[in-house]
DNA sequence: CTCGTTGCAAAATGTTTGCAATGTA
DNA sequence: TACATTGCAAACATTTTGCAACGAG
């Protein structure tokens, strides 16, 4: 499988446009960490990290976003403030999420077994062609439950 | 089961507000329709019915939305356009959202036995206590698939 | 060298809020 | 009558965009 820097390579070669430093910086800070991003963290994600010697501005990350998603490489996120959310996909299997409303954790569950069942069952008697699905569950996790 | 009506008034008696008129209408409109809606649908959708004869400004919408998610009568749905975007939810049963990124059409599903199943199961094992859960699926609808 | 890209600041868009007038119970 | 509510307009927050300087290929 290929890496994500050769995907969004190419996915930029292919419309034309350039792999700047801006854009790479902004790809790895995506792909560094695990966690769901909107464009505040990002920002100061990437500003805190001395290994990025650029600056990037807001502006450049809001131009960004959109041939991320473009690319396949990241997608919206369900979100928990009010800001618009993100998460790299690439290369991550399908997952539901368990969101606590409490602590505002987020649990990743691969249950791909039944999930798929599901979700191409139902697909399937509405003739429906999946591109993709999201399963998010809200409620309290079992940290918050036991501390009450 | 009770109505939506006396919910919301039941809701704001608890609370020491009033039920206006202009929270009257907004409900009704809420669910007079089945359609998903951001503040803006919400207002036009206002405005052009003849039968609600106070003006209702944006402002009230945004300030009796947070009143209407709190009684449980409505709750934020997966979006389509980027603006906010609420559903009713009060005496409608969990379905999962088919959503056609060609024409926008949103299908509900109430494949409720099998659904259940997964989002138990996958709660079950993380020892998570559910309040609430969304499946989405986007794709191709029949219509556009058969269209092309 | 040619165009696409960047940062900046201004503009556009969406949402919240202070306030004086009004309405509900 | 007391106090919550309304519409307005101003404030605020977020996102987009025009532009001149810059940078990748």
Redesign the interface.
């Known amino acids: 499988m290929k890496d994500y820097n050769s995907v969004f390579e190419e996915y930029l070669q292919v419309n034309n446009l350039k792999f700047t430093e801006q854009r790479k910086i902004i790809l790895n800070a995506v792909f560094n960490n695990h966690n769901h991003f909107c464009v505040d963290t990002l920002f100061e994600q990437i500003q805190s990290n001395d290994s990025f010697q650029e600056y990037v501005s807001r502006a450049t990350i809001y131009r960004t976003i959109p041939l991320l998603l473009e690319a396949n490489l990241i997608k919206v996120s369900?979100k928990l403030s009010d800001k618009e959310t993100y998460e790299h996909c690439y290369g991550h299997p399908k997952h539901?999420h368990?969101m606590?409303?409490i602590c505002n954790r987020i649990?990743e569950?691969d249950?791909d077994r039944?999930?798929n069942?599901?979700?191409n069952?139902?697909?399937k008697?509405?003739?429906?062609?999946?591109?993709?699905?999201?399963?998010?569950?809200?409620?309290?996790?079992?940290d918050c439950?036991s501390k009450k």
């Open positions: 369900e539901a368990l606590c409303t649990i569950e249950e039944l999930m069942k599901v979700i069952q139902i697909a008697k509405n003739k429906f062609k999946i591109t993709d699905f999201n399963i998010c569950i809200k409620g309290e996790c079992c439950q």
